[in-house]
Structures are given as structure tokens and as C-alpha cells.
């Protein structure tokens, strides 16, 4: 699963026509004094330009339950190479990304990111999906100031300091859209049903959701957990029939959607689904009809009228023989489009340059996949759109005529 394309150097402030913003030229924030420099390959560190290559270790979840991100992640940090060596944005540097396959191995995540740092010739990390995972991991790029951009991983504890950045927003940072949605549709009563094995899920379940129902007046009858790879949902779709809510919030795996939205029906459930992201990426297919009207605000959607979103869709159609891409592939295209601007920003593959040239490329905030990312910190935010499943495709719930 390795990959490497020659990419192109310095000209980060032209081409990539609306995928590109101009990024600051500002460095902020203070490498770790425990950092080890890096090189990447050749000569050239610390700001005396970039190397011939630059190593980047991708942890990813190539096989396993949540395996479905991992290789849509593949696809689109595959295709951001692609387009960077087109755009001519690092000269001729090299960007070689190597894959390493840690399914569902919280340990074998942390080993990987230990090789990564012990091999002066990885300069940075694309850090797992999974937040168990994640967190496993952060603490120690952290402190060996090793820089890390996540996909994925939304929940506490991932960006914990100077060097980890994640690329994709925190579910809780846009689900206000369902809040909204629930308040429009006037909802009155929840239940929530969560994956007790996910803590992105867990917060969304116990935290978020609830906040809501304050903010947008319904309360929440009833809360429960399921397991993290649960395929059997009767007792809990029953009970949540039985308590006849208004709306019910599913947080759970994308794999585990089919099943649940299914049996909730079956169990005679006639209100309003909500889910979250994990419910895109094609998870939805095997239900078809069973779960049209079910709605989830996500980071992406690839119908979504953004510009620099549909440079990116018909770039990745063309080279994926008409494949809509999913909220997984753009978020690790955008991942790897801010590595490469972190490497031109610093001219250097040094691995404390690199993260002021991340940290100065945050600041800014550039046009992506996404559509607009900004910042908060190290953290990615973007508007988000609200989707509703139509029982073939997910569209924007304005184009499904709310």
C-alpha cells in the first residue's frame, strides 16, 4: 500500500485553481524541546529548503470493521499526490506516503507512530480513524514532536498539543444542523442509542445530543449503549418504539446503520431518524427504501455547491472511472493537501519547521474538499450540511425539498 508521486516546490500561492487559498506567512506556536529534527531524505533542514524526498507515514485501518474509511482515505490522499505534483506546489520534491495497516489495534497504532519517530526519515504522520486509536497515539507524536494530522478521530484527547492537528471537523462542532432540524421538524421527545465502544459516539450520545435538546426544546426520554461491533438491535429498537419518541438519534458505526435504522422500523418506530456521518459513505445502500427520510448533518457531501468541493469531486471521478467520493476521501485529500502546504510554508523538511508551517497554514485556513476550513487551534471547522438519504443517495436535505 505504499505510495510515492513527485510533487511539485515552493509556488504554494498559485494553481490548484479553487482548491488553493493563499496561506500566512506567519509560524506560530513553539516546537517541542524533546523534537527530533528529521530530514526526509537528502539535504535540507531547518529552513535551508526542502529535500529531494519527504517520508510520510499513513496509519491507517485497512482492514477491520472501520476498514471502510481507512481505504476511502487511501483513495483520496492518492489522488491529493496527484494533484500537488500537478500544481507544482513543492518543485522537485518528492512526497512519499507510506501506508501501514493497524485495523483495529489501538497498540499497533502506537507502535507504528513509534517507528515513524525512531526513523529520522518520516517527517510526519497521517494518524488513524479510529479515536481509540488516536488517542493512543497523540501523547506520543506529541511529545516527541513528531507533526500528526488525524482523519476522523473526533473525540477528546486527540489534539492534546503543538504537533497534532486534525483535518476533519468534530461531529459536536456542526450537529447543531440536527438541533435545527429536530426544532423545524417539531420534535418534542428523543431517544438516543449510541455505540458504547466509539468515544466520538459516546460524547455525541451522552454530551452533544443532550445539549441540544436544551437548546432547541425537546427533551430526551431515554438514552442507551450498544456494542461497539453489535449487529442485533431488537431489544433496544423495541424499547425505543415503545417509548414513541418524536425523533430518534442513532450514533453508531456506519456498518451497524443498515441493521438498526431496519429493525427500528420493523419494530413499528414511525418517527424521525438522525444520525451522523458515519452514516454516508455508502453505509445506507443495503437498507435502500427501509431508511429513506433518515437525515445526518456531515462535513461533506459531495452534492454540496462549494466551488473548491467540486474541483475536488471531478478531479476524483476522473480518476476513479465516475466513483462519487465520500466524506472519508476528502477529508484525507484535505489532509494531505495541508501537509504539503505546512512543507512549502517552511521550505524545510525539519520536523519543528514543519509543524510552524502547519501551525501558519491553520491560521489562514484554505479552500478544500471540505469547502471553507478554518481553525480553531489545531482543530479544523467547516459549516457542515445537513443530508437525508432518499433511499438510493444521500443529497443535501435542500435538494430533497425539506
Keep these: 500500500m505504499d ?35 528529521g530530514g526526509g531524505g537528502g539535504e535540507g533542514s531547518g529552513g535551508e529548503g526542502l529535500p529531494d524526498t ?43 506516503v507510506e501506508s501501514r495497516d493497524s485495523a483495529t489495534s489501538p497498540q499497533e497504532a502506537a507502535s507504528f507512530a ?23 497515539v497523540s501523547p506520543i507524536v506529541d511529545q516527541q514532536g513528531m507533526p500528526t494530522v488525524y482523519v476522523q478521530a473526533g473525540s477528546d484527547g486527540v489534539v492534546i498539543g503543538d504537533y497534532t492537528f486534525r483535518m476533519t471537523p468534530p461531529a459536536a462542532s456542526y450537529f447543531d ?33 443532550p445539549e441540544l ?44 446503520y443498515p441493521v438498526a435504522i431496519t429493525q427500528l422500523r420493523q419494530a413499528g ?23 429513506a427520510g433518515f437525515v445526518w448533518p456531515t462535513n461533506f457531501t459531495a452534492d454540496q455547491d462549494v466551488e473548491s468541493t467540486q474541483a475536488f469531486v471531478e478531479a476524483y471521478q476522473a480518476k476513479y472511472d465516475g466513483e462519487v467520493p465520500n466524506n472519508y476521501a476528502a477529508e484525507a485529500y484535505d489532509a494531505t493537501w495541508f501537509l504539503a502546504r505546512g512543507l512549502a510554508e517552511a521550505d524545510s523538511a525539519d520536523r519543528t519547521a514543519l509543524q510552524e508551517g502547519l501551525a501558519a497554514v491553520a491560521q489562514e485556513g484554505f479552500a478544500g474538499a471540505q469547502g471553507e476550513i478554518t481553525f480553531e487551534g489545531n482543530d479544523a471547522r467547516v459549516p457542515g450540511v445537513l443530508v437525508r438519504w432518499d433511499g438510493s443517495a444521500e443529497v443535501p436535505v435542500d435538494s430533497a425539498d425539506s
Design 269 to 291: 418506530y414511525e418517527g424521525e431518524l438522525i444520525g451522523m456521518s458515519a452514516a454516508g459513505a455508502g453505509n445506507l445502500a443495503s437498507a435502500g427504501q427501509e431508511a
Design 177 to 209: 444542523l440536527a438541533g435545527e432540524y429536530a426544532e423545524q421538524q417539531g420534535v418534542a421527545t428523543a431517544s438516543v442509542l449510541f455505540n458504547s465502544g466509539n468515544p466520538t459516539l459516546v460524547q455525541l450520545g451522552e454530551q452533544t445530543i
Design 3 to 37: 505510495r510515492a508521486v513527485r510533487t511539485g516546490r515552493r509556488p504554494a500561492l498559485r494553481g490548484a485553481g479553487a482548491l488553493l487559498l493563499a496561506v500566512g506567512l506567519a509560524a506560530c506556536s513553539s516546537p517541542a524541546d524533546t523534537a527530533p529534527s
Design 114 to 136: 513509534s517507528q515513524a519517530i525512531a526513523d529520522p526519515s518520516f517527517v510526519a504522520i497521517i494518524g488513524p480513524e479510529a479515536s481509540a486509536q488516536a488517542t493512543a
Design 54 to 96: 519527504v517520508r510520510i507515514m499513513s496509519i491507517r485501518a485497512l482492514t477491520g470493521p472501520v476498514s471502510f474509511a481507512g481505504l476511502n482515505a487511501q483513495k483520496g490522499i492518492d489522488l491529493a499526490l496527484e494533484m500537488i505534483e500537478e500544481d507544482g506546489l513543492l518543485g522537485e520534491t518528492t512526497i512519499e
Design 213 to 256: 435538546a436544551g437548546e432547541h426544546g425537546f427533551e430526551v426520554v431515554s438514552t442507551g449503549g450498544v456494542e461497539a461491533t453489535q449487529q442485533d438491535f431488537t431489544t433496544p429498537a423495541s424499547q425505543i418504539a415503545g417509548d414513541a419518541p418524536d425523533a430518534a438519534f442513532l450514533m453508531v458505526q456506519g456498518p451497524q
